[in-house]
């Protein structure tokens, strides 16, 4: 087993002392190699349950520079199951080789199907399943993303008792799975924020699904245009933090919520005396990629 979830502890950025705040950052980045911190909390009970049924594949979709194909990939690999990729884009079939997430995915023994973006729209129809079905056999299927309620139940183990004590906790969001999770293991006094990664104005309802409390709120002025859109500003931020904290972020999720956090430090947006615990959620696998677009575009790369 090689999860370390005791690695994921909580470190201490220091800042000025004139912000007045307190800031952590929980470093679920460490719980694995390859794994996004979140994407191991969402998968544990899903691995679960697909052993408990009998099944001996898994089933995704995914982008080509997913975190999450990633992690379904190493876990099959890790835990004995067989797994199949859907991917978004027909024009990757014969890339895999130019793309490291591909690559990786690929040396852990998961299959993969390209589809093009109008079928991958349609994949949670019933026609698109049976489809699937019929070319693959029987699979435990794993949503977009991994967030189910399953996924949602891993995620509610992120937040320790002494985390109680910090007054707000901050998440990047994708499906909004984990932000989920955390709005449901924290206090009622505890305000737990969202950075969305992407525009989603679907983003409230959907995580309004899982949680009945209200104790939480989406930042959306943060998201940089869009879902894996970055500029150098961001660029500059990573790795000016990298080098003064000693922490790497990512570009698609992670980066663009501590970007966040300290811009709305810096406004004086969080009470004099706040305790603040950033979730580090991972997803480092995804820098390489993003630096071969950025040399493509000859922009600064990720260091
Ligand atoms: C997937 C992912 C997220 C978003 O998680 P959701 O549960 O989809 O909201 C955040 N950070 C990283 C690093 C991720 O890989």
Redesign the pocket.
Known sequence: MIFNLEKSSNQHISLPTEFGVELYIKREDKIHPHI?G??YR?LKYNLIEAEKLGFKTLLTFGGAYS??ITAVASVGAEFGFKTIGVIRGEELTDKIKDNPTLTFAQSCGMQFKFVSRSDYREKASKDFINSLKEEFGTFYLIPE?G?NTLAIKGCEEILTETDKNFDYVCC????????SGLIKSSNQNQKILGFP?LKGAFLTKDISKFVIKNNWELIVDYHFGGYAKINTELVTFINQFKKEHHIPL?PV??GKMMYGIIDMITKNKFPKGSKILAIH???LQGIEGMNMRLKEKKLPLIK
Do not use: E, L
């Open positions: 996004s979140n994407k969402k975190n999450h993303g967030t990047a969001v994708g499906t909004g799975g984990t932000i990664a990512d999720y992670t959620t991972g997803g």
